[in-house]
């Protein structure tokens, strides 16, 4: 079975400092990976994903993630964080055969203090 | 371009009441539904996912049911409430990476 665990429930960071949001991933099968945004009181919405190709994924609003399989691991950054980061941030895994079915981490909440 | 509605945003519920949420997607066909529910400090578990009409597959047994009456819609139910039926609903399409609808608050009083 799929998993995901995402280290940190809570991360703070300073407005302009690197964000960093860790996964860590278990798969029998080379997997899918996920990164999503939530505001609070929305859905989510789609910031990058790994799908095999280059493992350096860019995303929207200047985030991105690198897939490393020898750490299985597929860690969010962003060089400067703005206010507007503030949210909750999950990491989802499927595989790439059958059906494709995501499962999702606990989440990080990103607090960005001024 | 495709699109997914939810509705309600939020609803509150007396104990033993029945549940509906409902889910359409809109400029795709025959995508696959899913139901998600959204524990504070638990993540999203997978509560339906439905890959045609009429075909649903639960991920994990409780109070609540799926169907999909029409290609395009995805209706969430039950029968009658429990306290733990709380939380937030998100129903989702798509294959690699979801859209996901907005959400439901549901709270049962």
């Known amino acids: 079975a799929q998993s995901v665990t995402q280290l940190g429930s809570h991360v703070s960071v300073s407005e302009g400092a690197l964000v960093l949001l860790r996964c860590n991933y278990s798969?029998?099968?080379?997997?899918?990976l996920f990164w999503y945004v939530q505001y609070p009181n929305q859905g989510l919405q789609l910031l990058l994903k790994?799908?095999?190709?280059?493992?350096l994924v860019k995303g929207i609003n200047g985030f991105e993630a690198e897939f490393k399989k020898s750490e299985t691991s597929f860690h969010l950054t962003k060089p400067s964080a703005h206010m507007s980061d503030a949210a909750e941030y999950f990491c989802?895994?499927?595989?790439?055969?059958?059906?494709?079915?995501?499962?999702f981490g606990t989440g990080t909440r990103l607090l960005v203090s001024p | 371009s495709q699109t997914i509605h939810q509705w309600p945003a939020t609803l509150v519920q007396p104990v033993g009441s029945p549940l509906s949420l409902e889910c359409t997607v809109e400029?795709?066909?025959?995508?696959?539904l899913y139901w998600y529910r959204q524990a504070a400090g638990r993540g999203l578990q997978l509560l339906f996912y439905?890959?045609?009409?009429?075909?649903i597959s639960s991920e994990v047994p409780q109070n609540l049911s799926a169907s999909r009456p029409q290609d395009r819609q995805f209706i969430l139910s039950s029968k009658k409430l429990l306290l733990s039926d709380s939380g937030f609903y998100l129903c989702?399409?798509?294959?690699?990476?979801?859209?996901f609808g907005s959400g439901t608050r549901l709270t049962v009083v």
């Open positions: 989702a399409w798509g294959v690699l990476g979801y859209t």
């Open positions: 798969s029998s099968v080379p997997p899918y």
């Open positions: 790994y799908t095999s190709a280059a493992t």
């Open positions: 989802a895994v499927s595989e790439n055969t059958g059906f494709q079915k995501l499962v």
């Open positions: 400029g795709t066909s025959n995508p696959n």
């Open positions: 439905s890959v045609g009409i009429g075909q």
